[in-house]
């Protein structure tokens, strides 16, 4: 795990919260795994740590003061080739200053003129922590595709015992390790707004695309997104319809992946128990007609189309407005069935307006030739293969494995791994085709 920090630029922000003391375990660690660790501090976490305690620990000048560039670290130059800026502990105010965008101190003002991924390790007391002004700080943060690693509940300094306790070093230091390794390790969430914050499975293997390097967190700005998840309920009356096992979970990972990259996300979905990934809006429909109408009325607008629910091909001619009741005298009923739209390969065969189209293939045989043919025969730019006959990826599974294919043949294979790393490879793989069209 260390090696992912050997010869890493580390900028370690302290700022004025008690647990700045324990920055200074957070900084032996970086540097004993092999990173090259500077430190800024605000001037409040000048009075809680002293400078020298750091510049001992890691050998260079601690940047404090934004007037004593001239003569010693400029605030760009410090920002200069830093693979990672970790600000812990970040209190209340620092966070309201990232957020607004302030370059008041030495810290902020290298914040913002950094590139590199961003981790912010809040501590402050429950009421502040829970204030909604620090939320809604918070929540613009994670927007901006900022780690915010949540607090811990515990006794905090103030003598309440809440959350607002920052993790401890040792934490921060695995979380620094698997953001840097695994690309997205974590999308953030937000508790307060309901959601919990997810950390993903590391990928089974080196990812096929970037190895390394994290992704770049602008790869979707600019781009609206449509995409359908979900099963589809066909009414057959009232109270009975038809459906699928499309839990949505693909779907919404490739929701969740898209927004976190910057992209303008709306989700199209059918009935899942799933919450809304953050940043997502959120479209809910039952029928495929439904399905078809909302894909419609945000089409014009959209770069990518994105076709992953699990729509039913077909739906019942004449739903009956009240229960059908067991006929005694019957041993059958027959419903007639009639062709749903398609939804993806209307999107496909649009004249003006077209977004980038792509598909999902559920396939339990002929898998490739079965995949190729949906591409053509629904005129889409790509095609996303997955096999349902096995019960460990495809519908309701937490992973999958997945071949994609574009008229040329087959550009990728991932290897069967959660679907949030799937729905990594996947985003990065459409934003990067569609921006260099
Ligand atoms: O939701 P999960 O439980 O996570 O499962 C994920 C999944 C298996 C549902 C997903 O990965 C997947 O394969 N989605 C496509 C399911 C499907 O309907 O495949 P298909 O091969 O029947 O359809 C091909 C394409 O046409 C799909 O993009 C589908 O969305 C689209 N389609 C199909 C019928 C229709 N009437 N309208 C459509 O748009």
Redesign the pocket.
């Given at each position: 795990m260390d090696t992912q920090l050997k010869n890493r630029k580390i900028i370690l922000g302290v700022t004025g919260g008690i647990a700045a003391y324990k920055s200074c375990t957070l900084c032996r660690l970086l540097i004993k795994a092999g990173a090259d660790v500077y430190v800024c501090m605000t001037p409040a976490a000048t009075k809680l740590v002293g400078k020298d305690t750091f510049e001992a620990l890691t050998g260079h000048k601690v940047a404090i003061d934004i007037f004593d560039e001239a003569k010693d670290i400029s605030h760009v130059g410090l920002a200069k080739d830093a693979d990672l800026f970790l600000v812990a502990p970040a209190t209340a105010n620092t966070i309201a200053k990232i957020a607004g965008g302030f370059a008041d101190n030495m810290l902020t003002a290298t914040l913002l003129a950094s590139t590199c991924p961003v981790v912010v390790a809040p501590a402050m007391n429950t009421n502040m922590y829970n204030n909604i002004a620090t939320q809604t700080n918070l929540s613009t943060l994670v927007n901006r595709g900022i780690y915010v690693l949540t607090p811990n509940e515990g006794e905090l300094a103030c003598g309440i015992v809440g959350t607002g306790r920052m993790k401890e070093p040792e934490e921060i230091f695995s979380d620094v390790c698997s953001i840097l390794s695994n690309r997205i390790a974590y999308i953030n969430h937000h508790p307060q707004l309901g959601l919990e914050q997810e950390k993903l499975p590391a990928p089974q293997k080196p990812l096929e695309l970037t190895q390394t390097r994290l992704l770049p967190k602008s790869l979707g700005v600019g781009l609206k997104v449509i995409i359908?998840?979900?099963p589809t309920e066909e009414q057959i009356d009232p109270v009975r319809y038809i459906s699928n096992?499309?839990?949505?979970?693909?779907?919404y990972a490739l929701a969740q992946v898209a927004a976190y990259l910057g992209a303008d996300v709306t989700l199209i979905s059918g009935p899942t128990n799933l919450q809304t990934p953050f940043g997502v809006k959120r479209i809910d429909v039952k029928s495929?007609v439904q399905m078809l109408h909302a894909v419609e009325s945000y089409v014009t607008q959209a770069d990518i189309m994105i076709?992953?629910?699990?729509?039913?091909?077909y739906r019942v001619e004449n739903p009956s407005p009240i229960k059908i009741k067991k006929k005694d005298d019957e041993d059958s009923i027959t419903l007639k069935l009639i062709k749903?739209?398609?939804?993806?390969?209307t999107v496909g065969h649009r004249q003006s307006h077209r977004p980038f189209t792509v598909?999902?293939?559920?396939?339990t045989n002929n898998f490739e030739q079965n995949a190729k043919d949906?591409l053509v025969k629904?005129n889409l730019d790509l095609i996303i293969l997955?096999d349902?006959s096995n019960k460990s990826i495809?519908?309701?599974?937490d992973e999958?494995e997945v071949k994609i294919f574009d008229r040329d043949g087959q550009l990728a294979h991932f290897d069967k791994q959660s679907?949030q790393v799937i729905a990594q490879l996947i985003m990065e793989l459409i934003f990067k085709t569609v921006r260099n069209k």
């Amino acid at each position: 795990m260390d090696t992912q920090l050997k010869n890493r630029k580390i900028i370690l922000g302290v700022t004025g919260g008690i647990a700045a003391y324990k920055s200074c375990t957070l900084c032996r660690l970086l540097i004993k795994a092999g990173a090259d660790v500077y430190v800024c501090m605000t001037p409040a976490a000048t009075k809680l740590v002293g400078k020298d305690t750091f510049e001992a620990l890691t050998g260079h000048k601690v940047a404090i003061d934004i007037f004593d560039e001239a003569k010693d670290i400029s605030h760009v130059g410090l920002a200069k080739d830093a693979d990672l800026f970790l600000v812990a502990p970040a209190t209340a105010n620092t966070i309201a200053k990232i957020a607004g965008g302030f370059a008041d101190n030495m810290l902020t003002a290298t914040l913002l003129a950094s590139t590199c991924p961003v981790v912010v390790a809040p501590a402050m007391n429950t009421n502040m922590y829970n204030n909604i002004a620090t939320q809604t700080n918070l929540s613009t943060l994670v927007n901006r595709g900022i780690y915010v690693l949540t607090p811990n509940e515990g006794e905090l300094a103030c003598g309440i015992v809440g959350t607002g306790r920052m993790k401890e070093p040792e934490e921060i230091f695995s979380d620094v390790c698997s953001i840097l390794s695994n690309r997205i390790a974590y999308i953030n969430h937000h508790p307060q707004l309901g959601l919990e914050q997810e950390k993903l499975p590391a990928p089974q293997k080196p990812l096929e695309l970037t190895q390394t390097r994290l992704l770049p967190k602008s790869l979707g700005v600019g781009l609206k997104v449509i995409i359908t998840a979900g099963p589809t309920e066909e009414q057959i009356d009232p109270v009975r319809y038809i459906s699928n096992n499309s839990s949505g979970k693909m779907g919404y990972a490739l929701a969740q992946v898209a927004a976190y990259l910057g992209a303008d996300v709306t989700l199209i979905s059918g009935p899942t128990n799933l919450q809304t990934p953050f940043g997502v809006k959120r479209i809910d429909v039952k029928s495929a007609v439904q399905m078809l109408h909302a894909v419609e009325s945000y089409v014009t607008q959209a770069d990518i189309m994105i076709g992953c629910a699990a729509v039913a091909d077909y739906r019942v001619e004449n739903p009956s407005p009240i229960k059908i009741k067991k006929k005694d005298d019957e041993d059958s009923i027959t419903l007639k069935l009639i062709k749903n739209p398609d939804i993806v390969a209307t999107v496909g065969h649009r004249q003006s307006h077209r977004p980038f189209t792509v598909g999902f293939a559920a396939e339990t045989n002929n898998f490739e030739q079965n995949a190729k043919d949906k591409l053509v025969k629904k005129n889409l730019d790509l095609i996303i293969l997955n096999d349902v006959s096995n019960k460990s990826i495809g519908f309701n599974s937490d992973e999958n494995e997945v071949k994609i294919f574009d008229r040329d043949g087959q550009l990728a294979h991932f290897d069967k791994q959660s679907k949030q790393v799937i729905a990594q490879l996947i985003m990065e793989l459409i934003f990067k085709t569609v921006r260099n069209k």
